[in-house]
Structures are given as structure tokens and as C-alpha cells.
């Protein structure tokens, strides 16, 4: 009914000149409609509910007696670079449904709606911030039922849940940015991975930093994902916050800023 009474100009008109309250309310009005597509289809959740529990699993029995001594002792080091690992990669697929649906053609029936324009996207971005918030719950209960009990309390595990679920925002904002610039849904997950993959795994998430080589040792040590798993530990593990945490919040604020425009300049001019 609305689409019939305002004209195409006018309607153009309006998106440049939408107030930052539509903004907001649009954009959570899209992110419900991402929450909708989950519900939808569960099996899109299953990458945050079964890759904790198997990753847990796998890597704490295959390399706890190794590198700790037994399964125990090796929990508090392993449960949060399994953490850090699970949500970071989960924010790949930011990128990879953002690319789908514009192949789709969904991005191009948004534009005929008296909508801001940002608001798919910001609304998406948004939407995943519930698959973070998954894997930060299963990845902590997984570790509980295992017989992970961190020492920080549960107020410092809460910090560390939400530190790490506010710096994969930042970064799906990377892999936005890809999304909008591929030109298929498979190139944005291996260009996104190619990224990802050396960074968590040449990080401390696994084994210690002086296990390595020396020649790797000073690129694991100015890795962002090793300061984001060294904040995740301190916070859980001890109760204290260090210099990590500040590195990898100034981290996920340069990120946002560098990215945010690049990845709306771009989605504004592809769709």
C-alpha cells in the first residue's frame, strides 16, 4: 500500500533523508527477519551448536595429555581458544548468506521499500550476533560438563563472553565487506578462511607460545587472536583484566572503523 503512494523519486528521496531513529528501527526490524530464517531452517545453527561440542571434544583428548599432563589441567588453556576460534569462524558466515541473498535478488526487493538502505545489511549483522552469543553458551557448558570450573567467577566468564562476542561483530564487518565485493558465495568462505584459518591456528589458542619455533613465536605474539585468547583466559581463568583486553578492543574499534564505511560505500554502489 505504501509502495503504491510514493513514487520512485520520492522514494529516493526519502532514503536520503532517513532519520538515525528509522535507522535503528529498521534495522532491527531486519534483524528479526534473520532470526525468522533460522527458525526456519535450524540446520543453519548447526555450524555454532555441533563445531563447539565436536572442537572441544577432538582437540581437548587429542592434545590435553600431550601438552598439560592430563584432560583437566589442559581445560583452562583449551576451552578459551575454543572459544575465540568457534565464534570467529561463525562470523564468516556474515559474508557468505549476505552474498546469497544478493544473488538472490533479495537486496534488490528492499530497494522498492520505504526502508534506509543500510538496513539490511546493518540488520544481518546484527541477527548474527544471536549465533555468537550460541556458541559462547555451548562452548562455556561444554567445557562446565567436562570439568572446566574457571576461577574468575562468573561475572569475569560473562566479561569474557561478551569481549569475545563484541569483537566477532567487528570482524564479520571484514567479512561483510567481502560479501558485498565477491561475485559467488564459495569465494567469499575461501577468501574468509585463507584469512582466518593461519590467524587462529599460529595463535596460543592450542599450545604455548613457547612450544614454537622462535621464528613463529613473534608472529603468534602479535597475532590479535592470541591477545583476544590470552583476555579470554585472564578474565576466566584469574579474574584480572590485562593489557590483551584493551589491545583487542582498540583492535575491534580499528577494525569498525576502517570497515564500516568500506563495506557500506560498497554495498551502497552494488545495490
Known amino acids: 500500500m505504501i509502495n503504491e503512494l510514493i513514487t520512485p523519486g520520492a522514494d529516493r528521496q526519502l532514503k536520503n533523508h532517513t532519520s538515525l531513529g528509522q535507522i ?7 534483524a528479526y527477519r534473520g532470526l525468522l530464517k533460522i527458525r526456519r531452517t535450524p540446520e543453519q545453527l548447526f555450524d555454532v551448536t ?6 572441544t571434544l577432538m582437540f581437548t583428548y587429542i592434545f590435553g595429555g600431550a601438552i598439560s599432563g592430563n584432560v583437566h589441567n589442559y581445560l583452562p588453556v583449551i576451552i578459551p581458544g575454543i572459544l575465540v576460534q568457534t565464534v ?4 564468516i558466515v556474515t559474508g557468505v548468506q549476505l552474498r546469497e541473498d544478493m544473488d538472490k535478488g533479495v537486496f534488490d526487493r528492499f530497494k522498492s521499500l520505504p526502508i534506509a538502505r543500510i538496513a539490511p545489511l546493518s540488520g544481518a549483522l546484527l541477527a548474527d550476533t544471536v549465533r555468537y552469543t550460541i556458541a559462547t553458551l555451548l562452548t562455556f557448558s561444554m567445557g562446565y560438563i567436562m570439568g572446566y570450573r574457571p576461577e574468575g567467577g562468573i561475572g569475569h566468564v560473562a566479561l569474557a563472553g561478551i569481549l569475545v562476542i563484541v569483537c566477532s561483530w567487528a570482524i564479520s564487518w571484514i567479512f561483510a565487506f567481502f560479501g558485498v565485493i565477491a561475485r559467488t558465495a564459495s569465494s567469499v568462505q575461501g577468501i574468509s578462511m585463507l584469512v582466518l584459518f593461519p590467524l587462529t591456528f599460529l595463535s ?3 599450545v604455548p607460545v ?7 613465536q613473534w608472529f603468534v605474539n602479535v597475532n590479535p587472536v592470541s591477545h583476544l585468547v590470552t583476555a579470554v583466559r585472564d578474565l576466566a581463568n584469574t579474574g584480572t583484566i590485562g593489557n590483551d ?10 577494525i569498525v572503523v576502517i570497515f564500516i564505511p568500506l563495506t557500506v560505500r560498497a554495498y551502497m554502489h552494488r545495490t
Do not use: E
Open 204 to 206: 596460543n589458542a592450542y
Open 24 to 30: 535503528v528501527r529498521n534495522t532491527f526490524t531486519m
Open 210 to 216: 613457547n612450544t614454537m619455533p622462535s621464528w613463529l
Open 50 to 55: 555441533l563445531q563447539p561440542i565436536i572442537f
Open 88 to 91: 570467529i569462524t561463525t562470523s
Open 245 to 254: 583486553l584493551l589491545i583487542s578492543l582498540m583492535g575491534a574499534a580499528a
